[in-house]
């Protein structure tokens, strides 16, 4: 079975760009997750897409967004990127959402964004 | 406003002793907690969880310890070995609007001598 894929795996742009990260889940789930992992700091919560929806998001700026697509792939772009957008972008998917107790997340080998 | 905490950025253990790794956390809501491992270049891999209504889960060498009146929660690694060596994260789930939403600590990076 294919795990979490991302793309592409370094993306280096210039600020004030726009930048557009991709990810598939795993066949059969249907919510992805983002999180954005800077330099000594954990893991932040970014966005969370269900269903085609967004579901939650963490506290992050409106120019970070993103979609999920009808075969539940999703994109997250950021726009005016700042050089504190310098990050590992790690996406993960799961079968479930809710008031499933499992709420075991897979997760894809990241992005490494880096802003000039 | 950090609601799960991993206070020690890094542990060094030598092989075959104990790891024990810790997690606490603020929000009471809480009902759900796992620990993930994460090797470099890697995305975080899920490694065992713990209900809010157990105090211990064990899974071969790894041991989760929940201590809801403190709002504690720690993983142990028994024996250790070089292989554990990565970046632990804590993560605690609650609902939040109606959804399981998942908050992650900041990682304590295990270096296992050999």
């Known amino acids: 079975e294919a795990g979490v894929t991302q793309s592409p795996t370094h993306l280096i742009k210039t600020r004030g760009q726009q930048a557009t990260l991709r990810c598939s889940p795993i066949?059969?789930?249907?919510?992805v997750y983002w999180y954005q992992q800077a330099l000594g700091l954990g893991l932040q919560f970014l966005l969370w897409?269900?269903?085609?929806?967004?579901?939650n998001r963490g506290n992050f700026p409106p120019r970070f967004s993103g979609r999920q697509f009808p075969n539940y792939s999703s994109e997250l772009n950021v726009n005016a990127l700042e050089l504190e957008d310098s990050a590992l972008y790690l996406c993960?998917?799961?079968?479930?959402?809710?008031?499933?107790?499992?709420?075991?997340?897979?997760f894809g080998p990241g992005t490494r964004l880096t802003v000039l | 406003d950090q609601q799960v905490k991993q206070n020690s950025p890094s542990l060094s253990v030598q092989e075959g002793r104990i790891s024990i790794l810790n997690c606490d956390y603020t929000?009471?809501?809480?009902?759900?907690f796992l620990w993930y491992k994460k090797y470099p270049a890697e995305g975080p891999t899920f490694l065992i969880s713990?209900?809010?209504?157990?105090d211990k889960n064990e899974d071969g060498r790894f041991t989760v310890f929940l201590n809801k009146s403190a709002k504690h929660l720690s993983l142990h690694i028994v024996p250790s070995q070089p292989g554990d060596s990565a970046v632990y994260f804590c993560?605690?789930?609650?609902?939040?609007?109606?959804?399981?939403?998942?908050?992650f600590g900041t990682g304590t990076k295990l270096q296992v001598i050999p």
């Open positions: 993960a998917s799961s079968p479930y959402f809710g008031t499933s107790i499992y709420n075991e997340q897979f």
């Open positions: 066949s059969g789930h249907t919510s």
């Open positions: 897409y269900d269903e085609g929806e967004e579901r």
């Open positions: 929000n009471s809501m809480f009902d759900y």
């Open positions: 713990i209900s809010s209504i157990k």
């Open positions: 993560a605690a789930s609650s609902l939040s609007g109606g959804y399981q939403k998942v908050t």
